[in-house]
C-alpha cells in the first residue's frame, strides 16, 4: 500500500511539474508550463517508448509498473538532453540513474521521469540566473533595463562588429519588449527598454546562453 501511494505521488508530481502547476520556489523568473521542459521529455520517451523496451510488471493485481532498460534510459537520457537541455548531462545525472535501477537491468519509468524532470529544471533556474548576471553585466548605465544600443553591446561583444546581424538584433530586441510589455500588464504604456525577466525568456528562445556562449538565430 505504500509502494502504491508512493507510486501514485510520483505520477502526480510528474503532472504537475510538467504542466506547469507546481513550480519551485527558486525560480522567479520563469513560472509555468515551459516548452523546453516538454520538448526534452518528448525526446527522452522516444529513446524507450518501444515494444520491446518497455514491460509491465504485473506481480500485484492492484497496478501496474512500466519499467525502462536502464542502458536505453541513460542514453536517451543523453539524447534528450544534447537536443533540448543544456548540453551533455552531468555524470551525477546518469550515477542517480544507476542507483534508482538498484543494481537491475531494468528502471522504474516513473522514477526516471522524476529524476531527469528535476535535473532539467534544476539546470534551468542555473541558466536563468547566467543569464541574469549576463543582463546586469551588460546594463551600463545600472537603472535596472536594458536598452537597444546596451543590448547590441553584448551581442557584439560576443559575435564581433563584424559578425553582427543588425537586423536579427532588432528582431529579438523587439520581441524582448514585446514580453516586457506583457509583463507589466497595467496599461501604463508602451517600454522602450526590456526587463530582466523578458531578457531571459528571449536569451533562451534565441539560444543565448549565459556561459560565454551566443547563438543567435530566427
Not at 7 to 21: C, H, M, P, S
Not at 28 to 57: M, N, P, Y
Request: proline share 2%; charged share 20%.
Amino acid at each position: 500500500a505504500v509502494q502504491k501511494h508512493f507510486e501514485t505521488d510520483q505520477r502526480l508530481k510528474i503532472f504537475g511539474r510538467v504542466a506547469g502547476i507546481l513550480t519551485s520556489e527558486q525560480d522567479s523568473i520563469q513560472r509555468g508550463w515551459q516548452e523546453g521542459l516538454c520538448d526534452f521529455l518528448l525526446h527522452a520517451l522516444q529513446g524507450v517508448i518501444r515494444t520491446e523496451s518497455i514491460k509491465e510488471s504485473l506481480d500485484s493485481h492492484l497496478h501496474q509498473n512500466p519499467l525502462v532498460e536502464t542502458d536505453m534510459a541513460i542514453q536517451a537520457t543523453e539524447q534528450a538532453s544534447m537536443a533540448y537541455g543544456f548540453g551533455q548531462p552531468p555524470q551525477e545525472l546518469l550515477l542517480h540513474l544507476q542507483e534508482a535501477a538498484q543494481g537491475t537491468m531494468e528502471l522504474p519509468l516513473y522514477a526516471w521521469l522524476d529524476i531527469i524532470i528535476e535535473d532539467w529544471l534544476s539546470a534551468s533556474i542555473g541558466i536563468n540566473e547566467q543569464l541574469v548576471s549576463l543582463f546586469h553585466m551588460y546594463d551600463s548605465n545600472k537603472d535596472g533595463v536594458m536598452d537597444l544600443q546596451e543590448f547590441r553591446e553584448m551581442v557584439a561583444s560576443f559575435t564581433g562588429d563584424e559578425g553582427l546581424d543588425e537586423r536579427l538584433v532588432s528582431k529579438i530586441f523587439s520581441a524582448a519588449l514585446e514580453e516586457t510589455n506583457r509583463g507589466h500588464g497595467d496599461g501604463d504604456g508602451q517600454v522602450d527598454t526590456m526587463s530582466p525577466e523578458a531578457f531571459v525568456v528571449v536569451a533562451r528562445q534565441h539560444s543565448l546562453t549565459g556561459n560565454q556562449r551566443i547563438i543567435l538565430h530566427d
